[in-house]
C-alpha cells in the first residue's frame, strides 16, 4: 500500500539548516511526483515545493532561495533542505503524494526552531 | 499567485445540519479544486478532487461543486466524525495554494 513517511529532527537551531527525509513505499518516484507541505502551530497549510517524477523541481517563491528538494529513486526518497531557519519557521512538514492532487500524505514531522 | 479566500473561518453546526463552505479563487482556477479535512495532530485526508470527484471512501453526504473562480463543498447531515477543519486547494497554477481554512464546531 502507499505509505509516506518524514523523518528529521525536532530542533533546530536559529539560522541553521533544515533536512528532512520522505521514504515512500507502494509507488515509483519516477512515476508520481511528491510534495511538501507545512503548517505551523494552530495555523493553516502552506505549499512548499515539488519534486516532479521527471526529475525536476518547483518551489514556492516565498521560500526564495532558501528551499531544495532532491530525491534517490534507488532508495525511493525525497529530501527537503532549507537554510537559514527562522522562529516561523516551526512548523509541521508533510511530504505527500501527487496524483491529480495531493492523494497520500506522511504523518509529517514537527520541527521547532529554537533561539 | 492565485488567492485562495475560503470562508467562513469557523462554523458552528448541530448534528444533522447542511454546512457549506466556499472558495474563491483570485482568478479561475479550472475547476481544478480539491478539498481536504484535518482532524487534530493528523495530515490533511483528500475528501474531494476536480471540483466534485469524491474519492474512494468519502461518504456521499460530502460534495463539491462550482467553476470558474467561485467553488463550494458542503456536508449534509453533518455527523461527530466530521468535526473538523476542512480546506481548499488550487492546484491549477504554481505556486498551488491553499485557503485559510475552515474550523467546524459543534453547536
Known amino acids: 500500500q502507499v505509505q509516506l513517511k518524514e523523518t528529521g529532527p525536532d530542533l533546530v537551531q536559529l539560522t541553521q539548516t533544515l533536512s528532512i527525509t520522505c521514504t515512500v513505499s507502494?509507488?515509483?518516484?519516477?512515476?508520481?511526483?511528491v510534495h511538501w507541505v507545512r503548517q505551523p502551530p494552530g495555523k493553516g497549510l502552506e505549499w512548499m515545493g515539488a519534486m516532479w517524477n521527471g526529475g525536476g523541481t518547483d518551489y514556492n517563491s516565498a521560500f526564495k532561495s532558501r528551499l531544495s528538494i532532491s530525491r534517490d529513486t534507488s532508495k525511493s526518497q525525497v529530501f527537503l533542505k532549507m537554510n537559514s531557519l527562522q522562529t516561523d519557521d516551526t512548523a509541521k512538514y508533510f511530504c505527500?503524494?501527487?496524483?491529480?492532487?495531493?492523494?497520500?500524505w506522511g504523518q509529517g514531522v514537527m520541527v521547532t526552531v529554537s533561539s | 499567485d492565485i488567492q485562495m479566500t475560503q470562508s467562513p473561518p469557523s462554523l458552528s453546526a448541530s448534528l444533522g445540519d447542511k454546512v457549506t463552505i466556499t472558495c474563491q479563487a483570485s482568478?479561475?482556477?479550472?475547476?481544478?479544486i480539491a478539498w481536504y479535512q484535518q482532524k487534530p495532530g493528523k495530515a490533511p485526508r483528500l475528501l474531494i478532487r476536480?471540483?466534485?470527484t469524491l474519492e474512494s471512501g468519502t461518504p456521499s453526504r460530502f460534495s463539491g461543486s462550482g467553476s470558474g473562480r467561485d467553488y463550494s463543498f458542503s456536508i449534509s447531515n453533518v455527523e461527530s466524525e466530521d468535526i473538523a477543519s476542512y480546506y481548499c486547494?488550487?492546484?491549477?497554477?504554481?505556486?498551488?495554494?491553499f485557503g485559510g481554512g475552515t474550523k467546524l464546531e459543534l453547536k
Open positions: 486547494l488550487q492546484y491549477d497554477n504554481l505556486p498551488w495554494t
Open positions: 505527500a503524494r501527487h496524483d491529480g492532487s495531493l492523494d497520500y
Open positions: 507502494g509507488f515509483s518516484l519516477t512515476t508520481y511526483n
Open positions: 476536480y471540483t466534485s
Open positions: 482568478q479561475n482556477i479550472n475547476k481544478y
